[in-house]
Nanobody, 124 residues
Framework: QLQLVESGGGLVQPRGSLRLSCETS????????IGWFRQAPGKEREGVSC????????EYADSVKDRFTISRDNTSNTVYLQMNSLKPEDTGVYYCAAVWKIGCSIEVREFRDWGQGTQVIVSS
C-alpha cells in the first residue's frame, strides 16, 4: 500500500526558508514520478514542482522558479522541497503525490496517490 507523508511545514516570515519532506512507503520510490502541489484557501490545487523517477529532470511552476528546489533520495524513500525567499502568496497546504510514470508533469490530473498535506504560512 503506497503511503505518502508530508512534514516540515510551519509559520515563516517573508524571505524565510522551509524544507518540506515527503516520506514514502509501500513502493520502490525509484520507479515513481513525484510532484509537489499546493492549495491556498479558496483556490484550486496547483502544481509546484515535479521530479522524474531517476531524479535527472525537474520542472517548476513559473511562480517558484529560482526559489524552490526539489530533490529525492531514493535510498531513504524521501523527496524534498527546499523553499527559499518565501512570499505570502506561497501560503497554503502543500501536498506530495506519486504516480508510476516516466517523465515530469505538474498537472494535478496526472497523479494518482496523494499525501495528507502540510500547512505552510508565510506571514510577518
Amino acid at each position: 500500500q503506497l503511503q505518502l507523508v508530508e512534514s516540515g511545514g510551519g509559520l515563516v516570515q517573508p524571505r524565510g526558508s522551509l524544507r518540506l519532506s515527503c516520506e514514502t512507503s509501500g513502493i520502490r520510490l525509484s520507479y515513481y514520478r513525484i510532484g509537489w502541489f499546493r492549495q491556498a484557501p479558496g483556490k484550486e490545487r496547483e502544481g509546484v514542482s515535479c521530479i522524474v523517477p531517476g531524479g535527472s529532470t525537474t520542472e517548476y511552476a513559473d511562480s517558484v522558479k529560482d526559489r524552490f528546489t526539489i530533490s529525492r533520495d531514493n535510498t531513504s524513500n524521501t523527496v524534498y522541497l527546499q523553499m527559499n525567499s518565501l512570499k505570502p502568496e506561497d501560503t497554503g497546504v502543500y501536498y506530495c503525490a506519486a504516480v508510476w510514470k516516466i517523465g515530469c508533469s505538474i498537472e494535478v490530473r496526472e497523479f494518482r496517490d496523494w499525501g495528507q498535506g502540510t500547512q505552510v504560512i508565510v506571514s510577518s
